[in-house]
């Protein structure tokens, strides 16, 4: 990224890692563009939150003087890959070679710490590896842009969500006042996370720790804080230990497509009497727990059994794509099989304004989707097996391109 040297520049930070799945959840809708004026009355706005917080007057102007947003943050909003790139694409392109020897190399380096976090915690080191190396390239790539920068453009002019990003900036605030990072390290991503494993500062106010025992919480610095931070988050967000995330699977032909939605999780045996069969020829999941099918292209893709521990990396990050990778890239690490099932090459993302439209189209059909946001949660994936089932197409609830297309003929004078 680009440094930036405009009045925050320096203050960006962030601190926890959970908030990216509501960050990315929604699409962001962006306000008018502020003027100078603007700005200094949102700040007049945003002090008496802040000063509830415990902000001081003191730091609290200095980080608004001279404050101009940053339009680069809205834009870098709309582009997340793990949303806009075809899920093959993205997993391919973060699973790559590199990362996978950068991951076992690193492994091997920090063997113990990995050890005593894995006791500490319960969380698969290789799972904290693949987090590290997605999120920054193993600290590599840690961001660099002002935190307070970022969640200040975003309070302003992302609509939607503002009040998160309020939260999240009289959240960094504290984390400047209490010591807990300088000003010339607090810099991140265009959401406001940075570190090794990329924080959101009020999930580090929670869920950071001081590992190795320096008297700081670091995430930042130190290796050992920042990836027991992220177990610490995972074991708090449901992480069961000694359990995979999942597996990838080979379905039958003729196959009911219908038990990917959601609630129809199955225990493994009954997934084997359904003819459901592990790839690798290994059942390594829990035999008692029950698990989802999971079909991140639709039916035409690779098909994966899931454990509730792909629910915890999901608070991560609540992107499929993201989830997916991570689990994958942990596998490779520890010497696994690249994915045996090819990505269609015709699953091509819908637009958010296309999204809109098949919500639209499915409403027409007297279907309850949700609303029509653009949001597909499992209210349209529901209506849409529901529309599947009525053409005869494989019931994966999943919103493609064809399927669209189908609905536009049919709604077509």
Not at 9 to 15: N, P, R
Request: contains cysteine; aromatic residues 8%.
């Amino acid at each position: 990224m680009r440094r930036n040297r405009r009045p925050w520049g320096s203050w960006i930070v962030a601190a926890a890692v959970g908030l990216a799945a509501e960050l990315c959840a929604a699409p962001i809708v962006r306000a008018e563009p502020a003027a100078t004026a603007d700005a200094q009355a949102f700040f007049e706005r945003l002090w008496p939150a802040a000063q509830a917080r415990g902000i001081s007057r003191g730091l609290f102007e200095r980080a608004a003087a001279g404050f101009v947003p940053d339009p680069d943050v809205v834009e870098l909003a709309l582009l997340q890959p793990e949303h806009s790139k075809p899920v093959g694409t993205y997993v391919s392109d973060v699973v790559s070679q590199q990362r996978i020897d950068s991951g076992r190399q690193l492994a091997a380096v920090h063997a113990a710490l990995l050890e005593a976090i894995e006791a500490a915690y319960g969380v698969d080191r290789h799972i904290l590896l693949a987090i590290w190396g997605i999120e920054s390239r193993y600290g590599a790539q840690m961001g660099s842009r002002g935190v307070i920068r970022s969640l200040a453009t975003l309070a302003m002019m992302d609509a939607r969500r503002s009040e998160l990003w309020r939260r999240e900036l009289i959240a960094a605030l504290r984390l400047v006042q209490e010591g807990a990072v300088a000003p010339d390290r607090f810099v991140g991503s265009w959401a406001g996370a940075g570190g090794h494993m990329q924080f959101m500062p009020t999930t580090y106010a929670t869920r950071a720790v001081d590992f190795d025992r320096d008297g700081r919480r670091d995430v930042w610095g130190s290796v050992a804080d920042a990836l027991a931070s992220a177990a610490n988050y995972l074991k708090a967000s449901g992480w069961a230990a000694g359990v995979r995330w999942g597996q990838e699977v080979a379905l039958p032909a003729d196959f009911d497509f219908a038990w990917s939605a959601p609630g129809r999780a199955q225990s493994l045996r009954e997934w084997r009497a359904a003819g459901v069969r592990t790839i690798s020829g290994r059942d390594e999941l829990p035999p008692g727990q029950p698990l989802r099918l999971l079909l991140p292209a639709g039916a035409g893709g690779p098909a994966f059994l899931v454990t509730g521990n792909f629910r915890a990396l999901l608070r991560y990050n609540q992107s499929t794509a993201y989830a997916l990778s991570v689990g994958h890239l942990a596998d490779r690490i520890a010497g696994g099989a690249a994915l045996a099932a090819s990505w269609p090459a015709d699953d091509k993302p819908l637009s958010r304004a296309q999204r809109q439209e098949l919500q639209g189209l499915l409403a027409t059909r007297g279907l309850d989707t949700g609303g029509i946001d653009g949001v597909i949660g499992d209210r349209t994936r529901d209506a849409i097996r529901a529309t599947q089932r009525g053409l005869n197409l494989a019931e994966d609830g999943h919103p493609s391109a064809q399927l669209l297309e189908r609905l536009r003929d049919s709604a077509a004078p």
